[in-house]
């Protein structure tokens, strides 16, 4: 946003050349995770664009559509007179006001599994894109630990992430894991400071545990859908990983408990977390 609002009109323009140039300007359809971002704003804007719909993407497709606007992810304040202005001079009345993170004029809705988009109009249930496997009772379990952004975001502090850290190393070593594969947030890559903190603390705690880190460009649900990888178990605090893993066949298990304890706000989100995440993640105790 520019208050001098011309300095924007070269940035639209570009905008929208590169959006004729992706679709040979013809008229498209666009799916889409969210509506929140200015992004995806434009393109549902565009004059060729004709229509949007919602595809799944994480726990945020297992919530009801108010909820989402209005308890996880609410507008943010209350734009001024002066600020309004400058959004309709910026970009051409193309970004409307008030922004949700689901817009509701959405043409339908695709989830993997029958219980995506509760109460949603128009839904669209698609094959299971993933094999599924069986776990091999008989082979040496791996473990991978995926964290999300949770402390990078600061719903958590550092101290109550690390004491939950420790913690969780404790118990997959009285578990007997001997390997453990451990994903970074892609937002905490964001913060090169944070996560050596975070793998200098890993470093200190592991013990006899060996640790590998997943690189970012692995997808996840592919390896919980690898057959080749014969008993390998997933753990997460709140990550849809868990979740996709779990409809993929492995056995996966929630520290969110770890955290909830010490903290209320935290503890209200374990308690939203939806019926099919509870159903088929194991939620650990805390210790």
Known sequence: MERQFWKSWFRLTTFDKYVRGLTQD??????????????????????NCRGFSFIEEGLYSYYPFDFINTVLCPPVGKPSLFYK??????????????KYF?????????????E??????????VPFPFKKVTNDSTAPADAVLVLDSFLDYGVITWEQFGKALEEIFQYLQEEGYK????????????????????????DEIKK????????????????AADPDVKNLNFYV??????????LCGR?????????????????????????????????????
């Open 237 to 246: 605090f709140l990550s849809s990983a868990a979740l996709y893993a779990a």
């Open 208 to 223: 006899s545990i060996t640790v590998v880190e997943v690189r970012q460009n692995q997808s996840l649900e592919e390896l």
């Open 251 to 287: 056995k996966t298990y929630s520290f969110a408990l770890f955290l909830a304890e010490d903290d209320a706000a935290y503890k209200q989100r374990v308690d939203e977390v939806p019926r099919i995440f509870k159903d088929l993640v194991r939620f650990i105790p805390k210790p």
């Open 26 to 47: 013809l008229n498209f359809h666009i799916y889409t995770n969210q509506t929140g971002l200015d992004f995806i704003r434009l393109f549902i804007s565009h004059r």
């Open 85 to 98: 202005l400058l959004i309709l001079l910026n970009y051409a009345g193309r970004l409307e006001q008030q």
């Open 116 to 125: 995506a988009f509760p109460g949603f109009r128009n839904r669209n249930i």
């Open 179 to 202: 390997k453990l594969l451990i994903r970074f947030h892609p937002k905490q890559y964001k913060d090169s400071v944070q996560l050596s903190r975070s793998k200098n603390l890993i």
């Open 102 to 114: 689901l817009a509701s004029g959405y043409a339908a809705v695709f989830g993997i599994s029958p």
